[in-house]
């Protein structure tokens, strides 16, 4: 059996927060910028593109009433973002957010476009499954939700799409605060079929089929590998892998997107210790040309979520990962092409 070599990967850098900021999630815009979520302090940023350097600092695009969460370009220049006060009242909305024409540094107006009942309480990461479908992750709520929206993203209607015991939050309060999610980064892989998913409390990378015509589960979730410690993480179905965020174990991780080869899980950053990569919370492929499988945005936290074993607790940001491919004559892996798996 072949496996795939860890790249080589290089970390730098590109945008710095006071220390206390929990980054949450982030967005890549066509343009090389990066939208940015602070969860805590109610806040939306966008980091200066086309190639972000410390030397262009973030700016404060809007402060909203609530806890900000998931971002999601449904329509190019158009954005959902998800608010939820996941860990007081569960008052949760989907906002739309529309940048076209927009420049940094005008107000913005989001729009709420839905607002959910009492059923929904947290939610988090949401990936598009088709023009005008949507999902979100509802980490405290052990839940995903079907988004269908409107022409031009302007309304919203939202059901329970799946509900599943690998999506539970911490029962038992194992760890320190806040509160172990459930299910928590959330994408679904056009070529593979499938739904891939993040399950923090219950430690494991999960995937469900998915029908390409109704955009309904056709199967119950399906274990992939074990993996501690996870919050977001992003695709790349050519090579068969998904990159792991791993928030308190400050590593990402890559882990094989087919069940059977959970003893291919391997870290690549974080491991020796990194202190440039402390508190990794999401990821984002690049969008320049030849960004994609091979520059990866990651937002941390500094550690203030969950501090190193050095007790520091550092600023938070945004950093890029450059992975270059280590040359190997080894065949790929059978589970590369995924979209065999169905």
Known sequence: MSITPVPEVTVTPVATFPTGHFLENLAVRSDGSVLISSLLHRELWLVPGPTPALDAPPILVHTFEHLVMGILEVEPEIFVVNLSDGYTTHFSQLVRVDLSGWMPGQPIEPEVIYTFDYRARALNGSTLLAPGVMLVADCFAGLIWRIDLGQGAHTARARVWLEHPSMRPDPDGEVAPPPQPGINGIHYGSKSGYVYYTTTAQKAFMRVAVDPHTFEPTTAPEFVAAIDLTDDFTLDEVGGFAYVTRHRGNTIDRVPLAPGHGSEVRHIAGEPFDARLVGPSSAAW?????????????????????????????????????????????????????????
């Open 286 to 342: 690049g969008r320049g040309e030849g960004d994609d499988r091979r520059v990866l945005y990651v937002t941390i936290d500094g550690g203030r979520t969950a501090p190193p074993a050095d007790g520091i607790v550092r600023e938070a940001g945004l950093v890029r990962l450059e992975l270059l491919p280590v040359q190997s004559d080894a065949p790929a892996p059978a589970y590369a092409t995924v979209a065999s798996q169905r």
